[in-house]
C-alpha cells in the first residue's frame, strides 16, 4: 500500500483560511496561525452578531416609534396598547418607517388609536 501525503489537504486548509484573512492588516493577513485565530475570531463575532441586529434594530424601531408617539401626545405604551385593542396590526418595522417618513399617516394612525379610548 501506498503513503499517503497529506500535504494536499493541509495546504488546501492553510490558503482557505487566508483567504478568509484578505483586508487584514500585518500579520493577521500573512501568518497563519495569527490569521486562523483573528478568523475564528471574527466568525464568532459574526455568529453572535447575526442575532444581536434583530435586537438592535427592534430596539431602534421602538425608540423612533415612541418619538413619534410622544411628538402627538401619546406614550410609546399607551400608543401600542390602543393598535392593539383596536385590531390594527402593523409591525413596529413598519410603524417606525412610517414615523420617520410619513407624518400625516402617523398623526393618522394617532387619532385612530385615540378615537373612543381615552
Request: proline content about 1%.
Amino acid at each position: 500500500m501506498s503513503r499517503v501525503s497529506k500535504s494536499p489537504a493541509s495546504r488546501r486548509r492553510r490558503k482557505d483560511i487566508l483567504k478568509q484573512a484578505k483586508g487584514y492588516v500585518g500579520g493577521r493577513r500573512k501568518l497563519y496561525r495569527t490569521a486562523r485565530e483573528s478568523v475564528e475570531r471574527g466568525l464568532q463575532y459574526a455568529y453572535r452578531d447575526r442575532r444581536r441586529k434583530k435586537r438592535d434594530f427592534r430596539r431602534l424601531w421602538i425608540v423612533r416609534i415612541n418619538a413619534a408617539a410622544r411628538k402627538h401626545g401619546m406614550s410609546y405604551s399607551q400608543f401600542m396598547h390602543s393598535l392593539d385593542t383596536k385590531g390594527i396590526q402593523l409591525n413596529r418595522k413598519v410603524l417606525a418607517d412610517i414615523a420617520v417618513r410619513d407624518d400625516e399617516a402617523f398623526a393618522e394612525l394617532i387619532k385612530t388609536a385615540r378615537a373612543g379610548g381615552e
